[in-house]
């Protein structure tokens, strides 16, 4: 008899990725296989939600839908519904999608194999939401999609109260982990060979808050700084309020932390940061940019932005657009506002008209844009040293290209070398010759190839049938996408 296939869908932040790889870790080590493709024909599928979106519902059930007459001709088939919409609705899911075997919290991911097969022997659909965390995710099985780039949780949860976000309310207060563990699996990691870790967080430079050590966050950049084989620090995504001097001295004072940084803005007005409630102003936004810029003078930063806040004016608007002028991005992930069910914001006055928020949307993209192509023509002439990703690359007509990340977490497309091809992993020395608003072009030969115990565990990893996941295997790649996974605003890790 042959395993049953699974296939887990995701929505949302990075959280919700990393969720993803211990859904998968957690079926695996269960006995089941993972389903080839995309297809609708496994034995389980698994939607793993978000809920910071206005429609992030009628996704959901309109997916649920396409699968109900998929089911009614596949007995043994079950569906089971995760994450965040699945803690805010709870059995609102079963009672709209009936045909949904098993719905499960933020806090009992690990629950899943044991519903599924409480639902398969009671033949009735198993809702189980736990209130609160009660032991921490990492030490459960994960099936890690990377060989050389891992995330590495340090904590779970959110102690702010934004008003545009549901967040707190699903994941619960922040519950940090010791730094022992976390440095125990970093060790693990790179001792299968990753060389890349993202520090993950919902509010991530808050880590100490719930050990008391205020400088906690500083001192673990400082410790990923002695880990023997790990060559590149990233972390996602801080808080303006928390971030402090000693962060930045430990980002410029640790080798192998990458001179980038991810920082939500929101709003450049002072009026809607205070109706946000978000704890800082704009005088202090562009004092850490330019703090940040002082002590890393190459370092990348990008941000969140919502358009449209309730109550948002011209005025307020022109605050924003003299912030992105000031700030000069490399990137921005730039949001319309919209309702998200449960929070303040959603029953405020002043709601902006969407012919509005389009208008405003339009001329904030368009001044990005015009940033980012000028900070990333700067790069023009310089020499990096790129993280090779997964994958073929782009292609030119006949000329096949690689790409990868420069330290700063630019994504460079270079020309593939006819010798010594990179392996994803590995490290490719190039020279920028062109720039676009979104990436770099290296279109000269390679300078330089460094073969690396990632690109090793890459190879391994693809000679030989997957083993099977255990504990440690923790992480997603952020040099193996084409862009930087967008963090959805004020939800999860856009914080």
Known sequence: MSAKTYQVRTYGCQMNVHDSERLSGL??????????????????????????RENADNKLYGNLGHLAPKKASRPGMQIAVGGCLAQKDRDTIVERAPWVDVVFGTHNIGSLPVLLERARVRQEAQVEIAESLEAFPSTLP?????????????????????????????????????P??????????????????????????????????????????????KVDGLERVRFTSPHPRDFTDDVIAAMAGT???????????????????????????QERFLGIIEKVRSAIPDAAISTDIIVGFPGETEEDFEQTLHVVREARFAQAFTFQYSKRPGTPAAEMDGQVPKETVQARYERLVALQEEISWAENKKQVGRTLEVMVA????????????LSGRAPDNRLVHFTRPDEDVPRPGDMATVEVTYAAPHHLLAEGAV???????????????NASPEPKPRGVMLGLPTVGVPEPLPAAPGGCTAR
């Open 390 to 401: 997964e994958g073929e690359g782009r292609k030119d007509g006949a000329t096949r290209r």
């Open 180 to 225: 022992g563990d976390i440095l125990a699996e970093i060790e693990a990691l790179v001792a299968e060979g990753v060389t890349e870790i993202t520090l993950l967080g919902q509010n991530v430079n808050a880590y100490g808050s719930d050990i008391g050590d205020r400088e906690a966050f500083s001192k673990l950049l400082r410790a990923c700084g």
């Open 142 to 178: 994960t099936r890690r999609e990377s060989a050389y780039a891992a995330w590495v949780s340090i904590s779970v949860g959110c102690n702010n109260t934004c008003t545009f976000c549901i967040v707190p309310a699903l994941r619960g207060k922040e519950k940090d982990r010791r």
């Open 27 to 52: 079926l695996e080590d269960a006995g089941y296989v993972r389903a080839p493709g995309d297809a609708d024909d496994a034995d389980v599928v698994v939607f793993n939600t978000c809920a910071v």
């Open 447 to 461: 300078l330089g190839v460094r073969r690396t115990r990632a690109g090793d565990a890459w190879e391994r990893r």
């Open 255 to 281: 080798e192998n932390v990458m001179p980038q940084l991810h920082m939500p803005l929101q709003s450049g007005s002072d009026r809607v940061l205070k109706a946000m409630r978000r704890s800082y102003r």
